[in-house]
């Protein structure tokens, strides 16, 4: 993964300044970003960039060892499907095959890489507010780029620019979703079904998924966008205790649970357990 990648440059046209909004340009060599107003953003050694507004601090995001626990789970392929229904639902849609994705709490960028594989015209942005997942990302797909930045700020894409916002077990902001998206562009969410990982959830003291998701996503879009399409996506993976063990690891139960306590559960499951993963993806399209 070399810092000197260079970055797509239709990507980088996708960014606007988080200081003033102007758009934003490769320095030369990629060494950074800058606007027209002269604000300037460093890339980072591992080739990300960082587009914060002046003072905000971002909530931290996944820690270093849930996103190393994140790498192994995906790398191993135990979530392809759900990648596999991502992309069915960003292609579906009449308006031909989207060329600028938004990945929002994109995490280590394996999903948009999973779906710009399928798009060879296109490119994409995973923004994420935690660092050690931007690393990861910036490495993710030669036509992706990898920014910090944070969900619940004015996000730094220009208006109107974008094809697909994804979101996947991420954090959502209608608002700002409804700004970059460009006259007929979809946001397209992966949310977890009542039985996703139901096998796991009494046995290791999982977090259950909240039966009123589904009216909340709404209540969070519908002023800024409505919904056009749903699917979902039902599968039986069978893990044994390594992969249940990084599994937990990757996701928010892992801030609930000792290492021990969840050593000791996971050792109590068969080797070879059965895991119903279980996602519904909506698809949303800009009001007006
Ligand atoms: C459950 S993970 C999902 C990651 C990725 N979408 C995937 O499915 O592999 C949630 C991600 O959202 C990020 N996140 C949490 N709050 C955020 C925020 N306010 N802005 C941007 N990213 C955020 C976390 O750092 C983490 O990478």
Same mark, same amino acid.
Do not use: I
């Given at each position: 993964?070399?810092?000197?990648?260079?970055?797509?440059?239709?990507?980088?046209?996708?960014?606007?300044?988080?200081?003033?909004?102007?758009?934003?340009?490769?320095?030369?060599?990629?060494?950074?970003?800058?606007?027209?107003?002269?604000?300037?953003?460093?890339?980072?050694?591992?080739?990300?960039?960082?587009?914060?507004?002046?003072?905000?601090?971002?909530?931290?995001?996944?820690?270093?060892?849930?996103?190393?626990?994140?790498?192994?789970?995906?790398?191993?392929?135990?979530?392809?499907?759900?990648?596999?229904?991502?992309?069915?639902?960003?292609?579906?849609?009449?308006? &031909?095959?989207?060329?600028?994705?938004?990945?929002?709490?994109?995490?280590?960028?394996?999903?948009?890489?999973?779906?710009?594989?399928?798009?060879? &015209?296109?490119?994409?942005?995973?923004?994420?507010?935690?660092?050690?997942?931007?690393?990861?990302?910036?490495?993710?797909?030669?036509?992706?780029?990898?920014?910090?930045?944070?969900?619940?700020?004015?996000?730094?894409?220009?208006?109107?620019?974008?094809?697909?916002?994804?979101?996947?077990?991420?954090?959502?902001?209608?608002?700002?979703?409804?700004?970059?998206?460009?006259?007929?562009?979809?946001?397209?969410?992966?949310?977890?079904?009542?039985?996703?990982?139901?096998?796991?959830?009494?046995?290791?003291?999982?977090?259950?998924?909240?039966?009123?998701?589904?009216?909340?996503?709404?209540?969070?879009?519908?002023?800024?966008?409505?919904?056009?399409?749903?699917?979902?996506?039902?599968?039986?993976?069978?893990?044994?205790?390594?992969?249940?063990?990084?599994?937990?690891?990757? &996701?928010?139960?892992?801030?609930?649970?000792?290492?021990?306590?969840?050593?000791?559960?996971?050792?109590?499951?068969?080797?070879?357990?059965?895991?119903?993963?279980?996602?519904?993806?909506?698809?949303?399209?800009?009001?007006?």
């Amino acid at each position: 993964m070399s810092a000197r990648r260079p970055w797509p440059a239709a990507a980088v046209r996708l960014l606007a300044c988080p200081v003033c909004g102007g758009p934003l340009d490769a320095r030369p060599d990629d060494a950074g970003l800058r606007c027209p107003a002269g604000h300037s953003f460093d890339r980072a050694r591992q080739g990300h960039v960082t587009l914060l507004p002046p003072g905000h601090v971002p909530p931290s995001g996944d820690s270093a060892a849930m996103v190393a626990d994140r790498v192994a789970f995906l790398a191993a392929g135990h979530y392809a499907g759900v990648t596999r229904a991502l992309g069915d639902a960003v292609t579906a849609g009449d308006d &031909g095959p989207p060329g600028a994705l938004l990945d929002l709490g994109g995490g280590t960028g394996q999903h948009l890489a999973g779906v710009l594989d399928r798009l060879p &015209g296109a490119v994409g942005v995973v923004l994420d507010s935690s660092r050690y997942a931007a690393r990861r990302a910036a490495g993710a797909h030669p036509r992706a780029l990898a920014v910090v930045g944070d969900t619940w700020a004015r996000l730094p894409v220009r208006d109107a620019a974008v094809d697909r916002v994804l979101v996947v077990f991420a954090p959502r902001n209608g608002a700002e979703t409804a700004r970059v998206l460009r006259p007929g562009g979809r946001l397209v969410v992966v949310t977890p079904a009542a039985d996703h990982l139901a096998e796991l959830v009494g046995p290791l003291g999982l977090l259950s998924v909240d039966p009123d998701k589904a009216r909340r996503l709404s209540a969070t879009l519908d002023p800024h966008l409505r919904p056009v399409a749903a699917a979902a996506h039902r599968e039986e993976l069978e893990l044994d205790h390594a992969a249940v063990t990084t599994l937990v690891g990757m &996701g928010p139960h892992a801030r609930h649970l000792t290492p021990e306590g969840l050593a000791a559960a996971v050792a109590r499951l068969p080797e070879g357990t059965a895991v119903t993963v279980s996602v519904e993806l909506s698809t949303w399209a800009r009001q007006g």
